[in-house]
């Protein structure tokens, strides 16, 4: 097959496609279908939102990745009775360009939920489920984090944690060769961490005559007699997002969904269906971090963004527990404070360590299209949530103490920002109240979930739209429950087995 072309932001005339099956996103899960139905020998279309960006242009500052790579600037928040940041990007590849290249494999218990309790039988069997991580693992090369990269801070996590009786562990990565330059959260110049952007994608182009149509948002999905036509949209300039040229898409076997767990229920909300599991199930890993302070350098800025975990307490507790690396930039947001007390804090940089307890949080919001085009996310954690976190931060806080750390910034409003090694108890104590803890909301799902039941999810067994021919999503939005580990795994492995099912089916 020829090669195929990438489409940018242009200005004029509509522009016209035509291809087998249209990809609306190109994150974990687009990215995955994409490449898997090309390598079928069908004509695929990628539409992107966001920017392509080369690694070599990759910012190396927090506030221009938030420019350039963010979704509006970062901006994106779930309101409830608190207003939560929500982590996600904005350019061709999807958010794993800006994470920590984290890889865990799907626990076998949430497949027997999605199997039992979903009604999806075997469409996502471990066998089928494993078969495509095993694929997915060779490809993108994941191996444990290599130790002799890693900064104090992942190590001292480790140790601690070891010392306190919990299961902890090297972090596994879709990452070769890191120079451990605690870039990952503004994406890798090295070209370390394998990501669709730099691999699956030039693919589709290169060797399958494949399209990408980037800063192209796309407005609905084409319907027709009960059935997926394409989709249509416009050209957005990424920076000054001045209207570029119309476009459409028609598409000969069906439109693959891949919008993001915040973005696929509106594109499908703007395409005018009306569903009543459509917007409702959004979940998410919420999260908080302690930071420690110590008498000697630790240094954030050396090693990768994430190294260790802990998933000792993800069943009984329902957490999973890390090291996270910030940017001064990002630290400086989350230490709070202002003027001479924040100048304090950023002076102890180098000696500080941050952890943070990541929630398996049962509560439940929904997403949903806003009158003026944007995106409204609601969601509130529920109280045991907030116990939850509460038990992993103590924690953390122990271990920290454990390594010498002489304090503990708790970043909890109630408690004193500053605790010492006898004041760790006060942590129980800490308020209930989603306004008293600085929540991030990452690893997002829901929004469109897949079920047997039409009433309570919108894809079904046969993993078509339920209702709709010819119309598919594969990215978050289609998980119906959370996972306790990082989910671009899942994610991948599911749109690849769903490929799959479409190239055969």
Not at 196 to 223: F, K, M, R, Y
Not at 274 to 287: E, I, N, S, W
Not at 422 to 449: E, M, R, Y
Request: glycine share 12%; aromatic share 6%.
């Amino acid at each position: 097959m020829s090669s195929g072309s990438h489409h940018s932001f242009v200005s004029g005339a509509r522009r016209e496609f035509e291809c087998d099956y249209v990809v609306a996103g190109s994150g974990a899960g687009g990215a995955s279908a994409a490449i898997s139905l090309a390598r079928a020998g069908f004509h695929v279309i990628v539409a992107e939102a966001g920017p392509w960006r080369a690694p070599e242009d990759y910012p190396w500052s927090m506030h221009g990745t938030m420019r350039d790579m963010f979704h509006d600037w970062g901006t994106l928040v779930a309101t409830g009775d608190s207003i939560i940041p929500i982590v996600q990007a904005s350019l061709v590849g999807g958010t794993p360009v800006i994470n920590s290249a984290i890889v865990v494999r799907t626990p076998g218990d949430v497949l027997a939920s999605w199997r039992d309790e979903h009604g999806m039988g075997d469409v996502f069997a471990e066998k089928a489920i494993g078969d495509a991580q095993d694929a997915i693992e060779r490809e993108l090369q994941i191996q444990e984090t290599d130790w002799k990269v890693v900064g104090a801070t992942a190590d001292d996590m480790l140790q601690g944690l070891k010392r306190l009786g919990r299961e902890v562990h090297p972090i596994t990565r879709n990452v070769t060769g890191c120079k451990g330059e605690m870039q990952c959260l503004q994406g890798c110049k090295q070209k370390s961490k394998q990501t669709a952007n730099n691999l699956w994608l030039p693919e589709l182009i290169d060797q399958h005559g494949g399209t990408i149509l980037s800063c192209a948002h796309v407005q609905a999905v084409e319907l027709a007699s009960g059935q997926a036509t394409g989709l249509r949209g416009h050209f957005r300039h990424p920076v000054t997002r001045k209207r570029g040229a119309d476009f459409r898409v028609v598409a000969r076997r069906g439109v693959v969904v891949a919008a993001s767990a915040t973005g696929s229920a509106p594109l499908l909300q703007r395409s005018g269906l009306r569903m009543p599991a459509l917007g409702k199930g959004f979940r998410g890993h919420p999260g908080a971090g302690v930071v420690g302070v110590y008498d000697r350098p630790v240094d954030m800025h050396v090693g990768p963004s994430q190294a260790t975990a802990s998933m000792h307490h993800r069943l009984d507790h329902g957490i999973k527990l890390e090291h996270l690396s910030l940017p001064l930039e990002l630290f400086a947001a989350r230490v709070g404070g202002a003027g001479h007390t924040l100048m304090h804090k950023l002076d102890h940089y180098r000696q500080c360590a941050m952890w943070v307890t990541a929630v398996r949080a049962e509560a439940v919001g929904e997403v949903h299209q806003t009158w003026w085009g944007g995106r409204s996310v609601t969601y509130a954690p529920t109280v045991r949530d907030l116990q939850r976190l509460r038990f992993g931060t103590k924690l953390l806080a122990q271990a920290h103490v454990e390594m010498g750390a002489r304090a503990v910034w708790p970043g909890v409003a109630g408690l004193p920002p500053e605790l010492s090694a006898d004041q760790l108890d006060l942590i129980d104590q800490a308020p209930l109240d989603n306004k008293a803890w600085t929540w991030v909301l990452s690893h997002l799902f829901g929004g469109c979930v897949f079920g047997a039941d039409p009433q309570r999810a919108v894809v079904g067994p046969d993993l078509h739209v339920h209702g709709v021919r010819r119309l598919h999503v594969v990215d978050a939005s289609a998980l119906p429950t959370t996972l306790g580990v990082n989910p671009q795994h899942t994610i991948m492995a599911v749109a690849r087995v769903t490929a799959a099912r479409l190239a055969n089916g």
